[in-house]
């Protein structure tokens, strides 16, 4: 079973297929247990701040 966080409702949902619960672009995942859907939102933010710094660092390189 995979798990997602719905953004529209701000909760996991989980469904044996994908096609059920809401859309794919209003949630992210999936992932493989409801506890880490349930963070999803922090590792979203995680991941942009250190994409963010990736891509400042590349913007000072050679300066």
């Known amino acids: ?3 997602w966080w719905c953004l ?3 909760a996991v949902e ?7 619960g809401c859309r794919n672009q209003d949630r992210l995942g ?3 247990t409801a506890d880490q859907a349930s963070t999803a939102l ?3 933010r995680a991941r ?3 994409n963010d710094a990736r891509d400042e660092a590349e ?3 050679g300066r």
């Open 1 to 3: 079973m995979s798990f």
């Open 8 to 10: 529209t409702h701000n």
């Open 14 to 20: 989980g469904a044996p297929d994908e096609d059920s």
């Open 30 to 32: 999936p992932y493989a």
């Open 42 to 44: 922090e590792q979203a």
């Open 48 to 50: 942009t701040a250190e």
């Open 59 to 61: 913007d000072d390189w």
